[in-house]
């Protein structure tokens, strides 16, 4: 008898929104929780590109004065490199034979001293010249070109020499240049003249052109058969295994190279650049050719020629690969800073990134990067290294966003390696920005997520940073981002976040202060007269940083123990209600729906000395904003938060008062299920008071639940059994079903009556596994408050025909 009463009135107690059918176990109660808390998502911060590629961006915090150079001009390099050819006369011969020049001199000219033309002393004189340039190269033929007198074929190798051994005649030049011009462009040498080895193929071309006078070099035509000529050259001297040092005229045809630098002309100083590169140049000339590369690699027009200029994959990018591989950090630190640069350009290019993966730059770069990080802070080259290590962590960050390479990238562990380097660089500001940059970027995936999160010091060395760059919004801004991933789906990362020493703390003072910043921004466009803030498509830097750490307080509400502590909060809970306060949806919509959201969150937990609880009137009244506006992801926002809240009985009567349940009651009709199961949950609550259930019927209420019963029905039983629970609670003191459900309580019949049929139930046209997931939904949760709805209105029924109700 006394087990007949309990289970009467098990059966009579009214259903809160979180009530359940069935005992649960710890680890389901806590599953349900998190189901009914949220995280939140938002978008990595933007950072734009600038237009002028720099070793040194424009937000670098350096001046300049204090950092390598990033523009040169041509004539800088005659200097840079270590020749002088003002006091040095060139002397071809040297170049490549020993044996010397046979020339039959005649009687009018005894001289055989080599002559290099002076320009013309006027425009006109010029001009002159370069008509007679074009009638020779109309009315000269390599057939013509030299007399038999000048060398016998048995002494052909000294031919090299002697061609350029001319008087001092414009015309002769250009006859030798004209025969230039057949040669570079033609298979091979039109005489019979048999060259000794590779070099002696290209030396007479190199020898001729790399001796004339700059005026006659800067003519088009000849700078385009210098960038042929120093192909050649670079074949002739890859076949005869002479590039590196084992060659014995080395210098002498560094020098010849070096002259060439002084040409305007990039292609040409890329096919130089590649030659002295592989000749393996070093000290001060290292730093010149360096300079080179990142002068050519800084303008965007050069990339196609870069790309295209390989041989037999020999391509600059090899070059400057080796030096960052091979060179010693300490002693060619500014020469690896150029290098890197020119590096950091390329990989702006798609076709070039790829070539950089292709060649193990990822693995290089990060082998480079443990190398800096070795050296010391009490190192003499410590700061200086900084600003290589800028340049790379750049070009890595380019890299985050190229699949292959970040595939390459989580295999070799950058993730430990960034952030050593950022907690020995933690007072280098343009260091700090590259690496947050990367690693906010590498966050957002979660293998890199997952590595970021196993490393227990990145918690304490994220807390130090924000402290240390409190105002440095490109800094704080990503290192929230970083921890709103660390926190959106790890408890663990959770739980050591907030362990941490003043880690809300910190939080809570970075709120503050861009808060601040951001009111004293909304006043200064208010004071101006008549030009009003004209409402941005994205939010402000301080809203923006606001949303990112609005974001990780909600991802850290989802952890029981931490959401209770926030709850309990007063300052945190304080400053999201100011947010709602001072900020409307239309001002910045993501911002004042993350606050909503994450009051909700941590409305849910009922915890004594809740902060929550003793600002519910508030932040209800506050809310009634959101509930008036036209977006509707603010209304449901709202609704969630009146849901939970509505669990006490204050809130509940301001709802009536408010006449706020006529606006739930309207949500019904909305067909959407989302906003319909958060509004009946804020009918559910209101029923549970006896004074307040006759609204449901006055207002319409119990028809518009029927219909939204047949309109998801098994489509969504978490809404189903919703729906019957608010039904349940409110026919608790029925007497008749006519006077309880009016004209509903034959469709109401009908409907549950079909919703309890089992076969119904597994007629879904859905996958297996959501079929499995529904199953449990029904059986659990629905059916055993269905069944004790049906029996009580069948018991106060009288039966009459109904109409038949189509199947689910």
């Known amino acids: 008898m006394q087990a007949s009463k309990i289970e009467n009135r098990r059966k009579a107690e009214p259903f809160y929104w979180l009530s359940v059918a069935k005992p649960k176990t ?46 040169f001009r041509y004539c800088d390099f005659k200097i840079f490199f270590q020749i002088s050819f003002s006091s040095e006369r060139f002397d ?75 008087k001092n005649n ?39 052109y790399f001796s004339l006078p700059s005026y006659i070099l800067q003519i088009e035509d000849n700078i385009e058969n210098l960038c042929l000529a120093c192909t050649k050259l670079y074949q002739a001297l890859n076949e005869g295994n002479m590039l590196g040092k084992r060659f014995k005229r080395r210098n002498v ?10 040409i305007d002309s990039d292609p040409l100083c890329l096919k130089l650049a590649k030659i002295i590169l592989a000749m393996k140049v070093d000290g001060r000339n290292l730093l ?67 070539e950089m993966v292709n060649r193990g730059a990822v693995e290089m770069l990060l082998q480079l990067m443990k190398q800096i990080n070795n050296i010391k802070e009490h190192d003499t080259y410590f700061s200086n290294l900084g600003h290589l290590l800028v340049q790379l962590t750049a070009t890595v960050r380019t890299l985050a966003d190229f699949g292959p390479a970040r595939c390459r990238l989580s295999c070799s562990g950058a993730v430990s390696e960034l952030c050593v380097a950022l907690e020995q660089r933690g007072g280098d500001k343009d260091v700090c920005t590259c690496i947050v940059r990367i690693l906010s970027k590498l966050s957002s995936y979660n293998d890199f997520c997952a590595a970021l999160a196993d490393c227990s010091r990145c918690y304490i060395l994220f807390l130090a940073l924000l402290n240390k760059h409190q105002k440095q919004q490109d800094i704080v801004i990503r290192i929230i981002f970083i921890l709103g991933n660390l926190t959106a789906k790890n408890n663990k990362a959770r739980e050591q976040f907030f362990k941490e020493k003043e880690s809300v703390n910190t939080l809570t003072s970075l ?16 004071d101006r007269k008549g030009k009003e803030k004209n409402h941005l498509k994205h939010p402000s830097e301080a809203e923006d940083v606001l949303i990112k750490l609005i974001r990780v307080l909600a991802n850290l509400s989802i952890h029981p123990t931490i959401g209770a502590a926030l709850a309990a909060a007063h300052p945190v809970v304080g400053l999201l209600v100011t947010v709602l306060e001072y900020k409307s949806v239309d001002d910045c919509e993501e911002l ?39 977006n509707m992801d603010a209304v449901v926002e709202a609704v969630r938060v009146f849901g939970n809240l509505s669990q006490h009985h204050e809130i509940r009567d301001f709802i009536m008062q408010k006449n706020i349940y006529k606006f739930m009651i309207t949500l019904l009709d909305s067909k959407k299920r989302d906003v319909c199961f958060f509004a009946c949950g804020v009918l559910l609550n209101l029923t549970v008071d006896k004074n307040k259930r006759a609204f449901l019927m006055e207002e319409g209420g119990i028809g518009k639940l029927v219909d939204c019963l047949q309109d998801f029905g098994p489509a969504d039983w978490q809404l189903s059994c919703l729906i019957c629970k608010t039904l349940w609670n ?6 008749s079903t006519a006077s309880c459900f009016g004209g509903d309580t034959d469709t109401l019949l009908a409907l549950l009556t079909s919703l309890l049929d089992e076969e119904v139930e597994l007629d879904c046209s859905l996958d297996r596994d959501i079929m499995d997931c529904q199953r449990v939904y029904w059986e659990r949760e629905f059916k055993p408050v269905a069944e004790k709805l049906l029996d009580r209105i069948q018991s106060h029924h009288s039966f009459l025909p109904a109409e038949p109700i189509t199947s689910f």
Request: proline share 4%; glycine share 2%; hydrophobic share 40%.
């Open 288 to 354: 010149s050719v360096c300079k080179l590369a990142f002068k050519i690699c800084k303008d965007k027009k050069n990339d196609l020629i870069v790309q295209n200029d390989t041989f037999q994959n020999d391509a600059l990018l090899d070059y400057l690969l080796e030096v960052l591989r091979n060179e010693d950090l300490q002693k060619n630190n500014e020469a690896l800073v150029y290098c890197m640069g020119a590096i950091k350009f390329m990989s702006g290019n798609a076709v070039l990134l790829n």
């Open 26 to 71: 710890s680890a389901e109660i806590v599953n349900e929780a998190r189901d009914a808390l949220r995280t939140v998502r938002t978008q990595r911060p933007f950072t734009p590109t600038d237009e002028q590629r720099k070793l040194f961006g424009s937000r670098s915090s350096q001046c300049p004065q204090s950092r390598p150079a990033s523009v």
């Open 730 to 735: 409110y026919s608790e003191n029925i007497t």
């Open 511 to 526: 709120f503050q202060t861009y808060y601040e910043l951001d009111l004293s921004t909304q006043r200064w466009y208010h």
């Open 170 to 208: 414009h015309m002769m030049s250009f006859s030798i240049f004209n025969y230039m011009n057949y040669y570079i462009k033609g298979p091979a040498c039109p005489f019979s003249v048999s060259f000794g080895n590779a070099l002696d193929k290209v030396a007479l071309i190199i020898i001729f």
């Open 92 to 166: 071809s011969s040297s170049l490549y034979l020993s044996q010397k020049p046979m020339l039959i001199s005649s009687a009018k000219d005894e001289d055989s001293s080599v002559f290099l033309p002076k320009p013309p002393a006027d425009a006109a004189e010029v001009r002159k010249v370069s008509n007679a340039q074009k009638s020779l190269f109309r009315a000269t033929s390599p057939g013509n070109l030299f007399s038999s007198e000048v060398v016998p074929p048995d002494q052909s190798k000294n031919v090299l020499i002697c061609i350029i051994c001319w």
């Open 253 to 262: 045809l560094l020098k010849t190279l070096y002259k060439l630098v002084d």
């Open 592 to 630: 004042v729906i993350n606050a909503a959201t994450t009051i909700n969150n941590l409305s849910y937990y009922q915890v004594k000395d809740s902060a929550v609880q003793d600002k519910k009137l508030h932040i209800a009244e506050k809310l009634l904003k959101l509930l008036m506006s036209d």
